[in-house]
């Protein structure tokens, strides 16, 4: 995140909002983030926290009559949101490749993996059928499938789960892109799995030298990968800092709330689960004020008017929290978190007049509430 | 916890369950079978919590549709309070399934859409002709929908109109309607958002203290796992390949098998993760043709000849930890495939 080198993609006060029959829904609201060449930038969030639509906007994919854009999405000094559709072709799949959740419906049932390889080089370089063909087997064996001569000429249904998001790498690697958007490219896989396809990224990161994004919403993911995480809840980045320093001295709530929600391998076994009360809001009818106030221990009366900016930490100028809690109040919950102490009880240090209120209304409401 | 006495609720023997694989359209003739389930033997004890986990394909869900008898067992024993399960016919089977109970996975297709919660949750009543005065049932389900932190007043709502972890407690509550001795819960969380899991794992929790239930959990999570069960087994297509109580699991696992398991959990925690992966290699292979001997020997680090000859017994290992395994784990290379923290313990 220095301020001295050019990052590699730069999004700005990005909003994307998608019209439906419902309302509007605000999937995406004024985020910024930047990606330094050769970085990993983590994304975390629940289901409708809009961290999807944020990489799906980069590819130039929520591009239609009923979806509104604003904001900027520079890469390498051209804005991908303003690119008419050629250029952006001539980007995508090229110097920005993607890799989806399901590689099951991501992969043509009908065409061999290696049609489909050869399909990707093929429509951004002047290459022989028989040259894309040879890179696809090299390709294939880059991301270790065995036997990539015999595999090439196979369906994605003869492939394992584990071989299709090998085969979707590959084809995501193909032209070598210098960013490469994860979105949740292990949540379809098992564990034993999950490991391969990670140890791989991470490894052909060090070799090929791009940067990735990678969405997920398991903080056990990140922490192995991330350079740096961001946490996105209703639309927006509510926390953004170092991957070691997020881990050991979140700001956020709900950053505090996913992790003390899990349970860790690495954590004494009988620790009480803490889980978040009720559940994501719709991004429809948004919260007023701070967008996790409903869900928020900590919250007082002026948190459901006032709207919290991503500000620096007053400790680290590269740590970025939404809370309106005074940082004092904020390290000194962690710590009582981190000890194991009740969110019940450490409630008190944010809202003084709620030792006496609790007796009257308890927290959390009632469940069904929200319903 | 209730406390664990040693007398078993459960006990399978043998247990094996064959799906068979068919060729021709008019004429259907076996060709094969999957060997989801293939001779497993494991005891769950009265009042505990019975962990299984495995990978995709391994036969949990199938153990788990077994032991309700969701799904009748090619062969083998499944005795219930010493009653054989799988011989039982006609209301004496209705009686018995009162007593064994399943959450299932999907809270979005394990519920009726058209149905309101309130009949949801009193059907496990009509089917078995209890609390038939109208008022009287109204009023157990609002009971219940309470125990399980749903408002009662939502009785008359659709289950389309609740987010995925309220309809999960949904199940729940239809689930523990009976009073069920024995409730198997077949990967519970794993549909939901990570905020919400928590609720979930809570309530199963607090239920299994409040109402002395039995629970066999199923998941494909560890930490999960390790979270909530007393025992664990490890399952691995279609066997049993190590079960112990959880510290000894999670202290010393000695199969490789579950010893890789461990290795690829992720650690949400970015100083914790320096320690070297051990990779497994390859895919899980077929459970129509599965390897001979060990059937883990095609992936497994420590394989010799002798493993692909002879399948290991699942035997004791040391501390009430068995292992089906010819070259169990070593204290030292445990070590190497648990999460520092857990080492360090």
Known sequence: MSTDATPLLDVTDLRVAFTTDDGIVHAVDGISYSVMPGTTLGIVGESGSGKSVTSLTTMGLTRGRSTSVSGTIMFEGRDLLTLPGEELRQIRGNEIAMIFQDPLSSLHPFYKVGAQLSETILAHRNDSKAAARDRSIDLLELVGIPDPHRRVDQYPHEFSGGMRQRAMIAMALANEPKLLIADEPTTALDVTVQAQILALIAELQGRLGMAVIIITHDLGVVAEIADEIAVMYAGRIVEHADTKRLFAAPEHPYTWGLLKSIPRLDTPRNEELVPIQGRPPSLINRPTGCHFHPRCPYVSEEHKRIDPKLEPVPSDPEHQVACLLPASVRAEIWRGLKAGRPAEELRRLAVPEAAAATAAAPWPPAEGSDA | MTPVTAEPLVEVRNLVK????????????????????????????????????????????????????????????????????????????????????????????????????????????????????????????????????????????????????????????????????????????????????????????????????????????????????????????????????????????????????????????????????????????????????CRFHTRCPKAQSKCSEVEPPLEDKHNGTEAACHYPLTEAEAALRLPPALVAR
């Open chain 2, 18 to 293: 064959h799906f068979p694989i068919t060729s021709g359209i008019i004429f259907q003739r076996q060709v094969g079978a999957v060997k989801a389930v293939d001779d497993i033997s494991f005891d769950v004890l009265k009042g505990e919590t019975l962990g299984i986990v495995g990978e995709t394909g391994c036969g949990k869900s199938t153990t788990a549709r077994l032991l309700v008898r969701l799904l009748d067992a090619t062969s083998g024993e499944l005795r219930f309070e010493g009653e054989d399960m799988t011989k039982l016919k006609g209301a004496a089977l209705k009686a018995r399934r009162r007593e064994a109970q399943m959450i299932f996975q999907d809270p979005y297709s394990s519920l009726n859409p058209r149905k309101t919660i309130g009949s949801i949750i009193a059907e496990p009543f009509v089917i078995h002709g209890m609390l038939k005065e109208e008022g009287e049932r109204k009023k157990r389900v609002q009971e219940l929908m309470d125990t399980v932190g749903l408002n009662p007043e939502h009785y008359n709502r659709y289950p389309h109109e609740f987010s995925g972890g309220q309809r999960q407690r949904i199940g729940v509550a239809r689930a523990i309607a009976l009073e069920p001795k024995l409730l198997v819960a077949d990967e519970p969380v794993s549909a939901l958002d990570v905020s919400i899991q928590a609720q979930v794992l809570n309530l199963l929790r607090r239920l299994q203290r409040d109402m002395g239930l039995t629970l066999v959990f199923i998941a494909h999570d560890l930490s999960v796992v390790r979270h909530m069960c007393d025992r664990v087994a490890v399952m691995y297509l279609g066997k049993i390949v190590e079960l112990a109580p959880n510290e000894s699991l999670y202290g010393f696992p000695r199969h490789p098998y579950t010893g890789a398991l461990m290795s690829a959990v992720p650690v949400p925690d970015p100083t914790g993760t320096s320690h070297e992966r051990q990779l497994l290699t390859g895919d899980v292979p077929s459970p129509a043709n599965p390897p001979s001997g």
